[in-house]
Nanobody
Framework: VQLQASGGGLVQAGGSLRLSCVAS????????MGWFRQAPGKEREFVAAIRWPGDNTYYADSVKGRFTVSRDNAKTTTYLQMNNLKPEDTAVYYC?????????????????????WGQGTLVTVSS
């Protein structure tokens, strides 16, 4: 499967962006999508995830209430709506997925559970 992330850019604090991740290839074997981010000089961290069937969603505490993850099944696209952005949200954002099985809830934030990664899209939030 191939993942293409897009939608990043420069935005002022308090603004919004919507990231998209388009999947192609063996999408029928996908059961969820995760979003991660890596800020300059920091390790990559979990942001949000959506798992299907059921469209269960999961969020890091730092983005809960501000970010929303969703998907458009018909277009095999997953979205990350980011509102009330803060300078500390500045990072390269990656989408990632796993084929063949659902990731269990307790491991949804673990990067090791994801086998395929997009190329990343840069989000810069100015103060």
């Amino acid at each position: 499967v191939q993942l293409q992330a897009s939608g990043g850019g420069l935005v002022q604090a308090g603004g919004s962006l919507r990231l998209s991740c388009v999947a192609s290839g063996r999408t029928s074997s996908m059961y969820g999508m995760g979003w991660f981010r890596q800020a300059p000089g920091k390790e990559r961290e979990f942001v949000a995830a959506i798992r299907w069937p059921g469209d269960n969603t999961y969020y890091a505490d730092s983005v809960k209430g501000r970010f929303t993850v969703s998907r458009d099944n018909a277009k095999t696209t997953t979205y990350l709506q980011m509102n009330n952005l803060k300078p500390e949200d500045t990072a390269v954002y990656y989408c990632a997925t796993r084929l063949g099985s659902r990731i269990i809830t307790s491991a949804i934030a673990s990067q090791r559970m994801y086998d395929y990664w997009g190329q990343g899209t840069l989000v810069t939030v100015s103060s």
